[in-house]
Every structure is written in C-alpha cells, then in structure tokens.
C-alpha cells in the first residue's frame, strides 16, 4: 500500500495563501495534509493461484489452487508526539504479519509483533510409512522392491516447517540519554524436515531390495525458542555506553525419534532407533559497549561480553550405553568476547582505522566415556569431544584523500585461531590489501581493490602432515579483486558495471581442496524515460569452479576387489578429482509508469544456473556386475553424474486504477515458470518404497485483483 | 465650457488610474516593511527554507513532517539547518550567481561532500546504540554514508522496509543478489526475511557487520537447535556455519557451499570410504550399487547415513554405526 496525496502544491499555491487571507485556511489544511503521517488503509486481496507448484510454494505460504483471499491494514496516527501504529500484512495466509506500536518519541515505546514463516519443502514425497510428524515412524512390511514401487499403502506428504514468531518490546527514556529497553521474543516452530536413517538391504525375496540401505525417516520438529535482551543506554554526546542481558533458551518437545522397521527394511543388529533430537540448550549472556569521542575526529569503541551456554536435556533412553554418562551431558560453555577499535582522521586527508577482536570458547564440560569398539584386537575409546577455541581478529586501515574525489585505502586483516583439539592447534591468516576509488566525480565514480591473503599454521599433530587438511585448517593463498565504476551518463541515464573474483589455492595438501577461482560480473542500469516513467534493468554473469582430490573405491577390471557389494571400502583405493563447476546468468527488468491514470509496472527475471561435476582419472572401464565379468565404459557405466540445471523465468505485472481519491483498484499478474534438472532424487527410491522427486518443469500463474480503501 | 468639464473630468479619472499603481505600489512597500516573519510549515525554523522549497522540490521537503524528524512535539527533532547548515550563500546568493551555491551540507549526488561529511548530520545524534560502532563499520570506511541508503524526507523509507530493504543493499552487493535467487536461499525475496536480519549496516562488533558477535551465534538466533553442545561435537560445526553454508543462496541444499559428498570430501577423502567415487543410480550397474554408490550422490548424500552431521546427543554404545560418526 502507499499513500498518495490528493494534492501537490506548489510555490503558486503557498504565494496564493500568503496573498489572499482568505484562502489561507485552506493553505493550511493542504500543509497539515503533506506533514501529517496520519494513515488509515486496508486492502483485500484475491489472488487466484492455478496450481501449487512446490518451487514456488517453498516461502509463499499458498498451498492451496484458486483464490487466496488476504488483507493488508495500515493505520497510523500520531497526535503531538504520540505514535499508534497498527500494521498487517497477508492477513489469512500462512505468511502473515502483524504488528501495533505505540510510543511517545523521545520518552516511551511499547510494540507486539506476530510473524508467521512457513517453509514447504521443494520436493514432493509418496511414501508408505506411517506416523510422519511423530516421533515414531514404522516403515513398511514389504517383500521386495517391485513390491516396495508398488505399494498400494503409498500416499502423499507434504513436508514443512512454520515458525510462529511473537515479539514484546518496550522502551523509556529515564531522562534525557538514558534509555532502558526490553526485548522478549518467543518462536514457536513446529512440522517435520526431509530426513532418513541407514538401515540394510533387505534379504527378502528376488530381486532383493536394489535400490538403498536407506529408510525415509523425516525429523519431526516441535520446539520452542525464547530470546530476551534487556539494555541500558546512556548517551552524552562524548560518550556513549550500552550494558545488556540477552538470554535464549531453547525448549524441544521432543528428544528422540524411533524408526520402527518393516520386513526387509530392517536397521542394523545394534540398532539405529531411536535417532537423537536436537537437545534443549541455553545461552546467557551479559555484554558492555561503548564509545568515546576524544575528539571529532577520534573515536573508540570498546565491547566486552561474557555468556554462558547449559546443555542437559536429559539423554533418550532405549539405547546400550556405559555406565557412568549420568543422565545427561550437563555441557557447559563460556565464552568472552572482546571488541576494540579506534578511528582517527589524524589530517585532513589521512584517516586511520585499526581494531581488535577477540574470542575464547571454553567447553567446561565434563568428558565421560560413552562407547568402546574393538577391532582385531584393539579396543577404541569414544568420548564426548568438547570443543573450545580461542581466535583473535586484527585490522589496520588507513585512508588518505588523494585529491579530485580519489581516495586510496590500504590495510591489513589478521587472524589468528588456536585450539588443542583441532589437528593443527593454530592456523594464522594475514591478508594485505589496496583500494583505488573515486566518490565525488560528477559523472564517473567507482573502487578498484586487490586483496592477497596467505593462511598458514602450526605444524599438524604429531608433526605428521596428514594427507588431507580440513578446509577451514588448511594453508590458503587467497587473492581478490574488486571493482565498480558508477557512471552517470547523462541527467536520466546511470549505468553501474561491477566485477569481482576471487583466486584460491589450498597446498601441501594431497586431498582435499587444491584450487578454486570465482567471478562475477553485474552491469545495471537505470534510466528515467520522463518524470513518469522509470526503467532499470541488470544483468549478472557469475561463475566458479573448484578443483578438489581424493582417493576411493571404483570396481574396474583389475580391481575388482571393489566390486563385492560391502567390500567398497577395502577395496583398492583409486585416486581421482574432481572439478565442480557453476556457471549462473541472470537478467532483470523493471519498468514502472502511467497510463492515463493507471499506474503500471512491470517486473521480469530470467535466471539460468548450470553445475558440472567433473570427474577425471577415472579407468576407462568399470565392472558391471560383482564378478567383473562384464564392463562397461565408465561414462555410462561408473555413474559420472551429470549437470544440474535451475532455470527461473518470472514476470510480474501490475495496473493500479483510482476508482476515487480515496479507492483504488489494483491487478497483478505473475507467471512464473522453474525447471529443475537435478540427479539429487532423480529416480530415487528409499529402502521402504518411499519416492522423493520434484516436477522438472514447474509453472505457476497468479492473478490477483485487490481493492485498497483509504478512509 | 462643458467640453472644458469634461475634459477636466476625463483628466481626473486618468490621472486617478495613472495614479493607482504607484499608490498601490506604495501600499505593497509599507505592506512589505510590516511583513511578519514567514511562517514555519513543518520543522522549527524552516521558513528560512520553505519561504522557496515545497513539494514542487524534490525530495519532497514538506514530507518530512510525517516523520520522526518532523514531530516537532519530541524536543530533540532538528531543523533544516541542523542538516544541512546555515547556508546563508545558498539563501540570500550574495553574489546573485545565475547557479545557486549549494547548500552548506549538501546531500545530492552530486555534492562536493565526502560520505563522511555528510554522515556528520546524522552521528551528531545517532552515535549510541545500534549504531555506536558506525565508524568502524566497512560502509563508513568504503565511501558510504547515511544518505546512500537512508531517504530522510519520506514517511516509508525503503531501507526501513523489510520487503524492500534487499533492493537497497543490491545497489552495491551484486553476488548477494545473484545468490538469493539460487534455489536454496534464506526467504528474502519472498519478503519473508531481510538483510538487517543478520547484518547490522550501521556496524557491529561482531564480523561482517553480523547482528551478533561470532557467525554463529547470529545464525543461532533463528537455528538454536544446532548450538548443542552435543555428546558428539562436529568440529566445523562449532567452529562456524560459514564452513559448509553460505547464507545468501546456493544451488546446493540447504544452502550448502558444494553437493555432497564434494563438500565432505574437502576434508573427509583420504580413507577409507569417504573417498569413494559418487554415482547416480540410474548410471550404476545394479550389482555393485545396491549399498554405497549412489547413496553419496542423491538424496541427502553423505548425510544419507551420517544423519546428525550438525552433532550428535546420543549416549548409545552401539558398536556399529554408532553416534559417534553421527549416525544417530
């Protein structure tokens, strides 16, 4: 909704007024009218939806075909300096939002907002199995997999999650710079997430189950999260100082779910039901912030913060378990977190920033024993692992005006992360970067940056490089490139051109990441046809490409100890690699004007995104059966996966008709049409028979008409 | 003589009509001389302004009246020239240039002031609160200001707006565009979320210009069921989501940084069978597909079996496929 005036003065108009007394009264209505944002207006809306596709389902909360009737309200009225506000939108869809305010600037605020966040899954799923959105799921009795493809039980499930969000807050200002302000927010998030277990291949009657070991076990999700922040500001115009309490408890209603296998669905002898739910958790946290003018062109900021986070929902039971794990984790995190920074512009032109950051994650809890596994003879312990870390962030900047609008900005990034239990206990990474730009040209502005960083750490444990480096631990160059040019071509006419890349390298490492590079170009443009209409339009090439190594199992002649079905992993190990690469266009296109007196608009997208995942130094043969006695070649036969592709085609228009000063009636119009060629669940069939697949070609046609009142 | 009479009258009514413009001409001097000062139509003092600004102007300047600004009953609330300084040269143009100078503190684009200058009208007051680590921010260290975002003349201003926010941020963050439009995105351009949900642009003390101190204490915010800590802790995990997510949109599920098991394999691909080669079902001979293969691929890959890879709070010893790789 937007307010429109029913007027719009002039220069004429005021003179007018100022001339002749006696069209001063009406001068001032009009004026009260442009300076009052005093708003009543509802809309009814009435789009009608020709079919529920789930790729545009995910976030519009519309599952159902036909008319969707919804209302948006706005109303605020101020009085002196007195705001009430009541705001809604969607109201009736699965999307709504609410909210009412009211305060009395520069003295008091209280607010409530509701917010509704609906997510469908973007997959469509025909299952057998019972009790989804329970915690008990019990899986087919089923002989074998045609048996399981044909079930007569199969029915549809829609998957998804909604989050219901309310927040309280209020404000009061003590005296003038001191503010206490108080924030509750309570989520509410309930429905069931894609999820799946592994259990074993069935042994049932021929053919045996072929498709997977893995039984289709969505999560179901019931939980309650809290999050309170309490403040106390005090502002001076030297100094300014903020201490706070924020608190988030985390409340699940459940904490394990239990699969119940069918016939030749079984799970394994020791038993993966019941799977764990995420836990209740809490952090609490207390924090002081602040800063200081030493003068007007020197500040400092200063936040320091202490939490603590508890974990000890009480463990599921119906599992073999050690003695002495008490009944719960009673985990215990604290954390400090310190913030330091100081900017000073020491000339004229010379402007210095440096700062400092922080964190130390301490894991206090306990360490027990809660499993042993014995193999050949040797017996492993697993405990609990906490996980503490320390990290330190550093940051020197100076920005000297070059004259003519041209700035150069230098700096460094430092970083440095250390813990004992990581493989490598301290990774350090310093990055140095220059930066050309120009900001206050009639015509032409734009930045320029180059960045290089190198990563490195301390020696791996036990001085042993291992043969792969975790990617957030490995050593890394990392080059960059940044630039954006704004040309104001002429008085209607602005055209941006941006670009970025980025260069990677991951050494010493013989798997894992070796290299990776990335950009991205974008050109916008914007141009004012008249005062009336508007268009702008973009277009953005992205693309990436990242090169990575590993060593596995692949059934070919002369190997086929990797053939046997279970012997996957013992087999001979290949080495091979992978080049994953992307490459996305996306063209955007908005038009906005009038005609007669109807307002229009138009909005396209097109959008095309392709993924290959490249990989080489496969045999040119493989094995296609478990005896090797046939093969085949590799393309075809070995399962080299193919492109993923993701189109989005989006028009949206709008015609919008003042019926009178006060009505207006709106049209929309979306087409949306997305295609999905993506092998994810490309002919995927769970152990139980359940299918999760998504249409490949998916289009959507909304028309809404809508009716918008100010009263 | 009545020609005479006549024509003397005929010169009375002339010179009485010859007369009247100077008279009132004369009327209009002593009227200005007792003008009262013009009136203020919207902010303390603004006559000095809208005596010539109106909302023939754009921005529209009587329109801030409708905002927090323009509540003259808060005390606190400026002036034009609290913003844009006394501009006397752009008011009175001594020099009766045929180009008025500008404004002292001249907001267009074209303003000979840098960010920085500019922004000093709105850190004179916002300097506490959310917006205390303003100077540290990247926006106030890369040539951006208030102004560059924020509209002050309008009663919505679309930064402000939740559906309309990303819009403005799209101005300069062109790969956070392109990357909510993957098919796994945070619901952004569905209105349902926006970019200040995470990201404070006025500066923070945490990294990014994140609402809160560490990358995953923002992310906790809305997915506290991954903050554990767990029986079984996945180091990454706690060390930050931005090892496997990218927030802003990927082709991948669940906003994933690459398909699995690729992502796996960046750290897992040495041993044993994490390294194994990914297949498609429909291009794997049944034979020797039937437990491993494609099960790296499709569906939900490496997490397929590995179904608690955010960590594990199961105290089971099960001996095989146990919590303690996340099974369970």
């Not at chain 1, 997959?123 to 087919?140: C, D, F, K, L």
């Not at chain 1, 289709?216 to 019931?222: H, K, L, M, V, W």
């Not at chain 2, 501009?87 to 001594?94: G, I, R, V």
């Amino acid at each position: 909704m937007s307010t429109q005036s029913i007027f719009r003065p002039t220069i004429l108009a005021i003179a007018l007024a100022a001339a002749f007394p006696a069209a001063s009264s009406w001068a001032d209505d009009e004026i009260s009218e442009l300076t009052s944002p005093n708003t009543a207006e509802a809309a009814i809306n009435l789009p009608y939806t020709d079919k529920i596709n789930p790729l545009y389902r995910q976030y519009d909360g519309v599952n159902n075909a036909g008319i969707n009737a919804n209302a948006d309200l706005e109303y605020v009225r101020r009085k002196d300096a007195e705001w009430f506000r009541i705001n809604a939108r969607n109201l009736g869809l699965r999307t709504q939002e609410m909210g009412i305010s009211y305060e009395k600037q520069g003295d008091w605020a209280i607010s409530l907002d509701y917010d509704q966040i609906p997510r469908y899954s973007p997959y469509q799923v025909s299952t057998a199995v019972s009790g989804v959105g329970s915690t008990r799921i019990v899986q087919p009795n089923i002989a074998n997999t045609a048996a399981a493809a044909n079930n007569a039980n199969l029915y549809d499930v829609t998957l998804k999650t909604e989050r219901e969000i309310t927040t309280l807050a209020a404000s009061k200002f003590l005296m003038p710079g001191l503010k206490l302000g108080f924030t509750v927010k309570n989520e509410d998030k309930s429905g069931t997430r894609l999820s799946g277990v592994r259990g074993v291949t069935g042994s049932g009657a021929t053919p045996a189950n072929i498709y997977s070991a893995f039984l289709f076990a969505p999560e179901p999700i019931n939980q309650n999260h809290k999050q309170l922040e309490a403040t106390v500001e005090y502002t001076t115009e030297k100094y300014q100082l903020v201490a706070g309490y924020y608190g988030s408890f985390l409340g699940t209603k459940q904490n394990a779910l239990t699969v119940v296998p069918g016939t030749n669905t079984a799970l394994v002898t020791a038993s993966l039901s019941p799977i764990a739910l995420a836990p209740d958790n809490s952090v609490q946290q207390f924090y002081v912030t602040g800063a200081y003018n030493f003068s007007k062109d020197t500040r400092a900021n200063l936040k320091v913060a202490w939490s603590e986070g508890r974990q000890d929902d009480a463990f599921l039971v119906g599992q073999p378990t050690l003695a002495g794990i008490g009944g719960n984790l009673n985990a215990k995190v604290q954390n400090t977190e310190v913030y330091s920074a100081i900017t000073s512009r020491v000339t004229r032109d010379l402007k210095l920033l440096a700062s400092w950051r922080y964190e130390d994650r301490q894991d206090k809890t306990p360490v027990r024993l809660f499993g042993t596994t014995t193999s050949s003879g040797v017996t492993t312990n697993y405990y609990n692992n906490p996980e503490s870390h320390t990290a330190n962030w550093g940051k020197l900047e100076a920005n000297y005006r070059l004259g003519a609008g041209f700035n150069l900005t230098g700096g460094f990034d430092y970083t440095n992360k250390s813990s004992k239990e990581w493989e490598r206990h301290d990774v350090s990474e310093l990055t140095s970067r220059i930066a050309v730009s120009r900001s206050m040209g009639e015509s032409l502005n734009g930045t320029l940056s180059f960045s290089h960083a190198e990563r490195k750490g301390s020696e791996w444990n036990h001085g042993t490089t291992p043969p792969i480096l975790p990617v957030y631990l490995a050593d890394r160059n990392r080059d960059r490139v940044r630039g954006m040019l704004d040309l104001a071509a002429t008085e209607n006419l602005n055209i941006q051109f941006a670009y970025e890349a980025y260069f990677e390298d991951y050494n010493k490492s013989t798997y894992g990441l070796d290299k990776g590079q990335g950009q991205i170009f974008s050109v916008d443009g914007s141009y004012a046809i008249s005062d009336v209409w508007k268009l702008n339009a973009w277009y953005t090439k992205q693309n990436g490409e990242t090169r990575q190594y590993a060593q596995g199992a692949v059934c070919t002649t002369g190997n086929n100890s990797n053939c046997t079905v279970n012997t996957f992993r013992t087999g001979t190990l290949v080495q091979w690699d992978a080049n994953l690469k992307q490459d996305s266009d996306q063209f955007g296109l908005g038009l906005n004007g009038r005609i007669s007196r109807v307002d229009v608009g138009a909005q396209l997208l097109i959008y095309q995104d392709v993924n290959k995942q490249e990989l080489s130094k496969m045999p040119a043969t493989t094995c296609t059966n478990a005896a090797c006695t046939t093969t085949a070649p590799v393309a075809s036969a070995m399962g080299i996966l193919p492109d993923t592709k993701y189109t989005q085609n989006t028009l949206k228009l709008f015609g919008m008709y003042p019926v009178s000063k006060a009505t207006r009636v709106r049209l929309d119009y979306i087409y949306d049409m997305r295609k999905m060629d993506d092998y994810t669940w490309s002919n995927w069939v769970y152990a139980d028979g359940t299918r999760v697949y998504v249409k490949p070609e998916q289009t959507t046609q909304v028309i809404g008409l809508s009716l918008l009142h100010a009263f | 003589m009545k020609v005479l009479r006549q024509l003397f009258a005929s010169c009375l009514v002339l010179g009485a009509l010859a007369a009247a413009p100077a008279a009132h001409a004369a009327d209009a001097t002593a009227s200005a001389a007792a003008k009262p000062p013009a009136k203020d139509l919207v902010l303390k003092g603004d006559a000095k302004c809208t005596s010539c600004h109106d909302e023939a102007d754009e921005p529209k300047v009587l329109h801030i009246g409708k905002t927090k600004h323009g509540t003259l009953a808060d005390g606190r609330t400026p002036s034009c020239t609290n913003c844009h300084g006394e501009s006397d040269l752009h008011t009175y143009n001594p020099q009766k240039l045929k180009d008025r100078p500008a404004t002292d503190r001249n907001f267009s684009k074209t303003s000979r002031l840098t960010a920085e200058e500019k922004s000093t009208a709105c850190t004179a007051c916002h300097q506490g609160g959310k917006h205390m680590n303003w100077n540290t921010s990247a926006h106030a260290n890369r040539d951006v200001g208030c102004t560059s975002c924020h509209q002050v003349h309008v009663a919505k201003d679309k930064v402000r707006d939740k559906r309309a926010q990303a819009e403005v941020c799209y101005t300069c963050h062109k790969q956070q565009r392109a990357e909510t439009s993957k098919p796994s995105h945070h619901p952004i351009p569905e209105g349902k979320m926006t970019c200040s949900d995470c990201h404070n642009a006025h500066g923070s003390a945490g990294p990014k210009m994140l609402v809160k101190d560490t990358t995953n204490a923002t992310c906790y915010t809305c997915h506290a069921e991954k903050r554990g800590p767990f029986v079984h802790n996945h180091q990454p995990v706690v060390e930050d989501c931005g090892n496997c997510h990218n927030p802003h949109g990927t082709t991948a599920e669940a906003m994933l940084k690459a398909r699995q098991p690729f992502l796996c394999q960046q750290c897992h691909a040495d041993a044993a069978h994490p390294g194994n080669v990914p297949g498609i079902r429909a291009n794997m001979p049944n034979a020797v597909s039937s437990n491993i293969g494609p099960g790296y691929a499709q569906a939900r890959g490496c997490a397929n079996c590995h179904t608690n890879v955010h960590g594990s709070n199961s105290p089971s010893n099960a001996t095989s496929s146990g919590p303690f790789r996340f099974f369970r």
